[in-house]
Structure formats: structure tokens, C-alpha cells
């Protein structure tokens, strides 16, 4: 197997690292497309989920790889924004329009200070993958708010003692076996809508990743799971 690592050691001016951090992210997904075998992984470590930059390149590579999922591992500081981003099976050939649209981007930092977006924004209300977006992104923010929660209580009530963040093998196996994230319910056999007129502009179709159907509003561009009043 092919491994690639970015360098990470360089002393980048604070005024500049989110700059530098979107041009490392271009450099790496490039390299992905341009690397990697067919059926091939990918792991990138990403500052945040929510700004349209970051939500564009994800979706180039959703549009590449036969499956992506964001996590987060939990021995992370709560406080920080950081997820991983597993891409699993990249699909032959590669789309070579995306790869010259990564290098015109690459080019674009040559001129510019900052870029904003990647895609257009109607590529990232496409309803799947909207959807899964906002999913992740309420479900790994809300296990931010527990987290911060913890350390507020431990600072309120930890007479000013400094927090330990080192896990020993004990914390390690508690935490394993301690469920935050109330996992979503396997999809009914029954449908909810059965014999149900839905609302005008609304329309049911099934999502092959969640494995169930959804409804989108085809006036608003609004997706939810559970069927519309």
C-alpha cells in the first residue's frame, strides 16, 4: 500500500495558517485523486465541517470515492474542531475535470490571499448529501457540547486544580464502553407516509447511505427523515 504524509512541522504565521491549512487541504486531496489505486482509501484530517470551502472538497471526494464518513475519535480535546474524513474506495477513472478544477484552484492561491468556496452551492444542497452533512455536523457538535460541559463542571467544582488530559488504560476501557450518541434507530419495514397525501413540493426518495427513505422539499430544498405535516 502507498502512504503519503503532508508536512506539518512548518512555522506558518497565526495570521496566515487558515490559508495555509485550506492550501494543504487542496495539496492533499489532489494527491489522493491523483495517487491513489483504484479501490484505494484515503484518511484527511479536516479543522471543521461547517465553512463552504471545506464542505466543497468533501463533496469532490464523495463524488470520487464510492463511500466517505466524518468521525471523530473521542480521545480528542473536546474543545477542538478537528474530525477525520474516511474516503473508502476511490472509483476508476478518475473524473480528470475535478483534478484540473483542484489544480486551478492550487494556481488561484498563487494570486489571491484566501478562497472561499470550491463548489457552487448547488452541488452541496444535492439532498443525500446535504443531509448527511447536517447529520454529522449536529451530531458531532452536540458530543462537543458534553465534552466542553465536562470541563466546565470540573472547573467549577475542581477547586482551581489543573485538568489532567491524559488517558490511562482505565479511562481508556470506560470510555469504550460508555455511549454518548444515541444511535439511530434501524429504518421500519413500514412506511411512515403510508396512504398519506404529502404537502405540495414535497417528495419521498430513498438514501442509500442512511439506508432509508427521506423527503425533500423540492420549493425550499429543505430534507428531513421524518415524513413533512
Not at 470541563?151 to 476501557?173: C, F, H
Request: aromatic fraction near 10%; include cysteine.
Amino acid at each position: 500500500s502507498d502512504l503519503s504524509i503532508l508536512p506539518m512541522d512548518q512555522k506558518i504565521n497565526r495570521r496566515y495558517l487558515e490559508q495555509y491549512n485550506k492550501r494543504q487541504m487542496l495539496i492533499a486531496c489532489r494527491n489522493a485523486l491523483t495517487n491513489i489505486h483504484e479501490n484505494g482509501h484515503f484518511i484527511c484530517k479536516l479543522t471543521d465541517t461547517l465553512t463552504r470551502f471545506t464542505t466543497g472538497l468533501i463533496y469532490l471526494l464523495y463524488r470520487s470515492f464510492k463511500s466517505i464518513c466524518i468521525l471523530r475519535p473521542f480521545t480528542l480535546d473536546p474543545s477542538s474542531s478537528e474530525r477525520f474524513l474516511v474516503c473508502y474506495q476511490l472509483q476508476s477513472p478518475v473524473n480528470q475535470s475535478i483534478i484540473k478544477h483542484l489544480d486551478d484552484l492550487l494556481l488561484r492561491y498563487e494570486k489571491t490571499e484566501d478562497i472561499l468556496e470550491v463548489v457552487p452551492v448547488k452541488c452541496l444542497i444535492e439532498p443525500e448529501f446535504q443531509q448527511y452533512i447536517a447529520d454529522t455536523s449536529q451530531r458531532l457538535l452536540q458530543r462537543e457540547i458534553e465534552g466542553l460541559d465536562k470541563y466546565l463542571w470540573l472547573v467549577e467544582n475542581g477547586q482551581d486544580q489543573k485538568i489532567d488530559l491524559t488517558m490511562s488504560n482505565e479511562d481508556l476501557n470506560e470510555a469504550h464502553d460508555c455511549v454518548t450518541v444515541e444511535r439511530r434507530r434501524p429504518a421500519s419495514s413500514d412506511e411512515p407516509d403510508s396512504g398519506i397525501e404529502l404537502p405540495f413540493g414535497w417528495i419521498k426518495q430513498w438514501s442509500k447511505r442512511g439506508e432509508q427513505f427521506y423527503y425533500f422539499n423540492t420549493q425550499t430544498k429543505e430534507s428531513r427523515w421524518e415524513p413533512p405535516n
